[in-house]
């Protein structure tokens, strides 16, 4: 498989997860802020490690995976986003369909970075993947994830519980597959 490609938007700088990452994320995923509606604890620095090791086995083994998200102007870290398949125990299930995510840290909230990472995020999927669907699920009580979600193209298609607490699974239909010679 091939490494992590880098996505650029106006703002944002899309690119694999380096070890040097491991500090900003541990602080991104170690606030109550950022976690609140994923989880709602904080991570500890070791679940972080394995996180960034998953995000990596992704890249290795499926093709996708999650970006670190940087600031263009600055190379201010500002969250992750990407696609995964965590194989989640949830009803009714994904069906292999790749599940976008983003988090992003509390200083890089309200700017619409999220919107244009996952933009950036689903054209890459499209041209790429060739999925039938793409799918994320998001705490009801998530209204920014929410409205991101919508405004990217997804739409709501079951509420459900994962782990014990309420989510609401949407979907996005994806690019419909090249047409290739011979076929």
Same mark, same amino acid.
């Given at each position: 498989? !091939?490494? *992590? #490609? ?16 491991? #500090? =900003?994320?541990?602080? %991104?995923?170690? =606030? ?5 509606? @994923? ?15 998953? +995000?990596? $086995?992704?890249?290795?083994? %499926?093709?996708?995976? +999650?970006? *670190? ?8 870290f500002v $969250?992750? @986003?990407?696609?995964? /398949?965590?194989r989640?125990?949830? =009803?009714? &299930?994904? $069906? ?10 509390a ?6 970075y999220?919107? !244009? ?8 999927? /499209? ?10 699920? @998001? /705490? &009801? =009580?998530?209204?920014a ?11 709501? +298609? *079951?509420?459900?519980?994962y ?7 949407? !979907? ?6 090249? /047409?290739? #010679?011979?076929?």
């Amino acid at each position: 498989m !091939e490494p *992590a #490609p880098v996505l650029l938007t106006a703002r944002l700088h899309l690119r694999p997860h380096r070890p040097e990452d491991f #500090p =900003d994320c541990v602080a %991104m995923w170690g =606030d109550p802020t950022v976690v609140r509606f @994923i989880g709602g604890r904080p991570f500890t620095a070791e679940e972080v490690w394995a996180r960034l090791l998953r +995000y990596a $086995g992704h890249w290795a083994w %499926m093709g996708f995976g +999650y970006w *670190a998200v940087e600031e263009r102007a600055t190379g201010r870290f500002v $969250g992750e @986003i990407g696609f995964a /398949d965590f194989r989640r125990d949830v =009803d009714p &299930p994904f $069906g292999g369909a790749p599940e976008l995510g983003w988090v992003l840290a509390a200083h890089a909230h309200g700017k619409g970075y999220a919107t !244009e990472g996952a933009l950036a995020a689903v054209a890459w999927g /499209d041209a790429r993947l060739h999925a039938l669907r793409t799918v994320c699920m @998001i /705490d &009801p =009580d998530n209204a920014a994830s929410l409205r991101v979600a919508d405004k990217i193209g997804f739409r709501e +298609y *079951a509420r459900t519980t994962y782990k014990g607490t309420a989510t609401i699974l949407l !979907e996005r239909a994806g690019a419909a597959p090249r /047409d290739r #010679p011979g076929d």
